[in-house]
Nanobody, 124 residues
Framework: QVQLVESGGGLVQAGGSLRLSCAASGGTFSSYAMAWFRQAPGKERDFVAAIRWGGGRTYYADSVKGRFTISRDNAKNTAALQMNSLKPEDTAVYYC?????????????????WGQGTQVTVSS
């Protein structure tokens, strides 16, 4: 059973940057695809980015392509989301998720393990 803990959220002005981290424990981290989803008030949980188990190939929602970068460090059991050129519409609670032997699916139903979320607020 994998436990995930996000950190790094906060308040930032439009155009700024934030780096979210996800610390994993309780499983073989490299065996999990890792992903970030986000949920704004009154909206559904949306896919943001994913990276396949073992590392390598990455996937992004169109809305964040070119601005966000997902990465993982299998030696440190961590995943990260570097967010640049932030916009007010990026404001949401961001969740880290893990999918055993996953290929980086954008479907939240694929992910068995979730963190508690971290708030990102971008002011205009």
């Amino acid at each position: 059973q994998v436990q995930l803990v996000e950190s790094g959220g906060g308040l930032v002005q439009a155009g700024g940057s934030l780096r979210l981290s996800c610390a994993a424990s309780g499983g073989t981290f490299s065996s999990y695809a890792m992903a970030w989803f986000r949920q704004a008030p009154g909206k559904e949980r949306d896919f943001v980015a994913a990276i396949r188990w073992g590392g390598g190939r990455t996937y992004y929602a169109d809305s964040v392509k070119g601005r966000f970068t997902i990465s993982r460090d299998n030696a440190k059991n961590t995943a990260a989301l570097q967010m640049n050129s932030l916009k007010p519409e990026d404001t949401a609670v961001y969740y880290c998720a893990a999918d055993l032997y996953g290929l980086g699916s954008p479907a939240y139903e694929r992910y068995e393990h979730w963190g508690q979320g971290t708030q990102v607020t971008v002011s205009s």
